[in-house]
């Protein structure tokens, strides 16, 4: 039909116009060729399919094959309604036989539903009493459930029943401590059934519990009693399962203080033996040596013993906190405070022996005060391990402290007796005896051996105001004693020069600012002596000290000063002459004591002030000369030099 229509449409395209266009467009023929000839294949989709289906058998366009197209055509779809028709009977024949099949199957089923109701019929009675015992066989097997997981919530098991109720020397494991914290937690949650119906089962459970759980108590203190007494070893080593032991112990105090006096007691042995072999046997193979080897050096010797006893007592309490990390009960602090104290009080009968030998033996006061400062420091270090201040050892730790610094202060009390007993008298230099050199040499030896202790500041600073009382106090009476017989320039120099040692001695240590303090207003009274003592000296060299005097005492009643005897111009001149020589050389009047002091800054003091004395001296000496009322002719010669130009020269 394509190639007809292409014939067409070509055969069209040869014939010549014709002018009769109207007659044309009314041809039938005419507008169908116009209408194949204006169709645009392109959006034909049937018509596309068609060509597509064509070309499978129209392979050669000819004339014959043509005109024969449509006879092709029809036997073509002939053909295929043939093999259609073929292929639908066989398929025909198969929903036949299906249906068939169907059909038996449909008697089949029949004749089974008819026999089933009839078996249903017969076994009717059966199937109820079936299902009746199905139900039965359900609320039984519920409350076996039930049953079981009551038994299990409340009751233990076999094995649990053996690990608890084993033999009296049997090992505690992890186990154990399962099965008893099983038990716990039955006892408790069999409070419940007594609050419901169940009240006589729980009352037999909570029963049987409560007798299990002292049975389990008992072996458990047993079992920790004996292993607690088996550390009696220097080294102890805690096992996790005793740690676990006293945090399950803990709920029975009782037996829990009872399993830590045990250990306690152990360990007891255990220190007091360590102590007495460092003493006398030294480390393992000699090293370190025995501590009795040390015992002719005092300090070393008791500082072995108690750092010894400091690392013991270390030891212990990281032993207590192992054994007790575990339990959370209060108060345990205050237990392991106790068991040290029980542990360390073994060891204070041979300590406290020892450390009297040495004490009572007066070693000396720098050794008895360094010892007193070893006690201290040792008893504050332990007791910060020990946490109380009532442990037998820190007790013990005191009384020796007490008994080392009242050694100390008698011995220096016995010193300062001895020194009033023969006093010295002061040397020809008027420089410190040698019973104040000594004195203070003690003194610096026991202040150095204060500075370097390590007790705490506030214990140091409450001992040092005794130490400097005992040795000061005596010091100063015994130069006031030693010095009462001298002359004031002569006392004031010696005062001075001893005083002046004993402020450098002290200033070189901490916690003397009020004792120098009190040094120093004592240095500035004899220092206001000897400048007084310098400028008498200086007036009466100058010639000054009789006309001074005469200023001062004169009054207006009297007269004129130049009435006076010895006060005449001729005996002015002369001792103002003689005062122009002190100005040329002021250094060379200098009084002989002030060779002596052993401050040069005190000597240069003294010098200065002393200088102004005299020239305050002579200011009012020149104020009276040239005074009209006192009647002195020609005043300018008289005293030729003011007062400033006196204190120029002066200075």
């Known amino acids: 039909m394509a190639d007809t229509k292409v014939e067409i449409s070509h055969d069209n395209s040869t014939v010549i116009p014709n002018p009769n266009a109207p007659s044309q467009a009314n041809n039938p023929l005419s507008r169908k060729l116009n209408k194949i000839l204006e169709t645009r294949l392109d959006n034909d989709k049937e018509m596309l399919e068609a060509l597509k289906a064509l070309s499978v058998f129209f392979t050669e366009n000819s004339l014959r094959t043509r005109r024969n197209l449509r006879g092709d055509i029809e036997r073509r779809s002939l053909g295929i309604n043939e093999e259609f028709a073929r292929i639908f009977k066989e398929v025909k024949e198969e929903l036949e036989s299906v249906h068939e099949d169907v059909q038996a ?50 009751q233990l098991s076999t094995e649990e029943m053996a690990i608890l109720r084993g033999a009296r020397d049997a090992s505690i494991t992890e186990d154990f401590f399962k099965a008893l914290s099983r038990v716990k937690h039955i006892h408790e949650d069999v409070k419940i059934l007594l609050r419901t119906n169940q009240q006589t089962a729980g009352l037999e459970i909570m029963e049987q519990m409560a007798v299990l759980q002292e049975t389990s108590y008992e072996q458990l203190y047993r079992w920790a ?19 676990q032991a006293m945090e399950a112990l803990q709920d029975r105090p009782v037996l829990y203080k009872y399993t830590l006096d045990e250990f306690g007691t152990a360990r007891r042995c255990a220190v007091v033996r360590g102590f007495i072999d460092a003493l006398t046997r030294g480390g393992p193979g000699g090293t370190p040596r025995p501590i009795e080897m040390h015992s002719h050096d005092p300090l070393r010797y008791v500082g072995d013993m108690l750092a010894w006893l400091h690392q013991a007592t270390a030891s212990e309490k990281e032993h207590l906190e192992a054994l007790l990390k575990q339990v959370t009960l209060q108060g345990v602090e205050e237990n392991m405070q106790d068991v040290v104290g029980h542990i360390t009080e073994g060891v204070c009968r041979p300590l406290k022996v020892r450390i009297e030998q040495v004490i009572v033996a007066e070693p000396g006061a720098v050794l008895l005060y360094k010892l007193s400062n070893l006690l201290k420091f040792y008893h504050h270090t332990i007791s910060s391990i020990i946490g109380t201040s009532v442990a037998s050892l820190l007790i013990a730790m005191e009384e020796m402290h007490v008994l080392s610094k009242k050694m100390f202060f008698n011995s220096l009390s016995l010193h300062a007796s001895r020194l009033m007993d023969k006093v010295e008298l002061p040397p020809a230099d008027l420089g410190p005896t040698a019973s104040l050199t000594q004195t ?55 005062m001075v020069n001893s005083l002046y040692v004993m402020k450098t001695t002290l200033a070189l240590f901490e916690f ?43 009054s207006t009643e009297q007269g004129p000063l130049s009435l006076l005897p010895s006060m005449d111009s001729s005996s002015v001149k002369a001792a103002m002459v003689q005062f122009d020589r002190y100005l040329s050389s002021p250094d060379t009047f200098v009084m002989p004591q002030l060779n002596f002091l052993l401050s040069a800054a005190i000597k240069e003091q003294i010098f200065g002030q002393s200088t102004e004395l005299v020239c305050r001296a002579y200011s009012e000496v020149y104020t009276a000369l040239t005074s009209p009322a006192n009647s002195y002719k020609d005043p300018e010669n008289l005293v030729p030099r003011s007062p400033q130009q006196v204190q120029t020269l002066l200075s």
Do not use: W
Request: net charge negative; glycine share 2%; aromatic share 4%.
């Open 105 to 154: 199957m449909s008697t089949c089923c029949d004749e089974m539903t008819s026999r089933l109701k009839a078996a249903k019929e017969q076994t009717q009675d059966l199937i109820v009493k079936t299902n009746k015992l199905q139900g039965e066989n359900h609320r039984l097997e519920v409350r076996a459930q039930v049953a079981q997981a009551f038994l299990d919530k409340f």
């Open 225 to 243: 009693q004996n292993e607690c007494r088996g550390l009696t070893q220097e080294s102890c080593d805690i096992s996790p399962v005793l740690t």
């Open 440 to 494: 203070l040499s003690l003194l610096r030896e026991v202040l150095a051996s204060h500075d370097s202790s390590v007790v705490p500041l506030d214990a140091r600073q409450a001992d040092f105001a005794q130490v400097l009382s005992c040795i000061l106090d005596p010091l100063l009476q015994l130069c006031t004693v030693s010095a009462s017989n001298l002359g004031t320039a002569d006392m004031a120099t010696y």
């Open 512 to 554: 003397t600012d009020k004792r120098l303090e009190m040094l120093e207003f004592q240095i500035e009274a004899h220092l206001d002596t000897l400048i007084n003592e310098q400028a008498s000296y200086v007036l009466t060299r100058a010639g000054l000290s009789y006309i001074y005097s005469c200023v001062q005492q004169h």
